[in-house]
Nanobody, 121 residues
Framework: QVQLVESGGGLVQPGGSLRLSCAAS????????MGWYRQAPGKERELVAI???????NYADPVKGRFTISRDNGKKTVYLQMNNLKPDDTAVYYC???????????????WGQGTQVAVSS
């Protein structure tokens, strides 16, 4: 069973920074794509950023130039550095893993439980 555990959320003032981390565990051999999604109150979950095992990245337009996704394949961990945060960035941030090869088989999708990010003065 694949487990994704996020950390690093919190309350920050506008213009501030946070760094989210997500560690995957569960007899994992490799993960094709790891990424971050977010869901604000009353809104649907949306893509924030994704990163392939080869380091290719993709960002949602609202976060381009402010957020940076990276991953450490050896540690099965993905990071999201968030700079110049805005109140509109307030949401629960979820870690996602796609194409997980584990010792017991392949898991197409796995989600973390989410970490709250609040941007407010």
């Amino acid at each position: 069973q694949v487990q994704l555990v996020e950390s690093g959320g919190g309350l920050v003032q506008p213009g501030g920074s946070l760094r989210l981390s997500c560690a995957a565990s569960g007899s994992i051999v490799s993960i094709a794509v790891m990424g971050w999604y977010r869901q604000a109150p009353g809104k649907e979950r949306e893509l924030v950023a994704i990163c392939s095992s080869g380091g290719n990245t993709n960002y949602a337009d609202p976060v381009k130039g402010r957020f940076t996704i990276s991953r450490d394949n050896g540690k099965k961990t993905v990071y999201l550095q968030m700079n110049n945060l805005k109140p509109d960035d307030t949401a629960v941030y979820y870690c996602h893993a796609q194409g997980v090869v584990a010792g017991y088989g392949v898991v197409n999708d796995a989600w973390g439980q989410g970490t709250q990010v609040a941007v407010s003065s």
